[in-house]
């Protein structure tokens, strides 16, 4: 899936809180470029700032390959920025916070949102903070992409690791 020709694009969306911005931060080698600002209200849990454009950052693979990471805003009436991240881009990487209120339906909202750039490359999805909320198994998402006709790798995952974030980088692109 790697062209050792071309660094990767990869871009990781999913709503607000679900850990884009920490997911990027823990393992991005050069200091991430944001585009944080407080938000006027408590948007999710503790969260006291939102991603308004994006966030930028660099990591290179085992054996020298570079990978651009571009992680989107989650809110909604941002979305015009999806298209202009994804474009030339090599695949998706989608978070779903376990602890939010309907995780399942906003993976239906996230797939159909980029569904056509996910028609022409690849998917790995991953699940945060379950250890705040353990009420949806991975079985309960991996039936919700069965009922789509969509197979695509589903992991637990905490963002503020950076072995768990490499684990989601590697299963899209190797
Ligand atoms: N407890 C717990 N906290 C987590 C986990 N993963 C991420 N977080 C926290 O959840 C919050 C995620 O915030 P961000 O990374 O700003 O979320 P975002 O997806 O960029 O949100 P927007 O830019 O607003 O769309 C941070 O406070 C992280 O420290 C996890 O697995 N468990
Ligand atoms: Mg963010």
Request: charged content about 20%; hydrophobic content about 30%.
């Given at each position: 899936m790697i062209n050792p020709e071309k660094p990767s694009k990869i871009i990781f969306t999913g709503p607000v809180g679900a850990g884009k911005t920490t997911a990027i931060c823990s393992i991005s080698e050069n200091r991430v470029l944001h585009s944080e600002v407080k938000s006027s209200r408590h948007i999710r849990h503790d969260k006291k700032t939102t991603t308004v454009a994006m966030d930028y950052g660099t990591l290179t693979l085992d054996g020298g390959h570079k990978v651009h990471l571009y992680g989107t805003p989650g809110?909604?009436?941002?979305?015009?920025m999806w298209p202009i991240l994804t474009k030339g881009g090599n695949g998706l990487i989608l978070f779903l916070d376990?602890?939010?209120?309907d995780p399942l339906n906003d993976m239906h909202t996230y797939l159909d949102a980029f569904a056509q750039f996910i028609q022409r490359t690849h998917v790995v999805i991953g699940i945060t903070r379950c250890d705040v909320s353990n009420r949806i198994k991975l079985s309960d998402y991996k039936q919700v992409l069965a009922q789509r006709g969509q197979i695509f790798p589903v992991e637990k995952i905490d963002a503020r690791r950076a072995e768990d974030v490499k684990k989601l980088v590697h299963l899209l692109l190797l």
């Open positions: 809110q909604q009436r941002f979305e015009f376990n602890a939010s209120p």
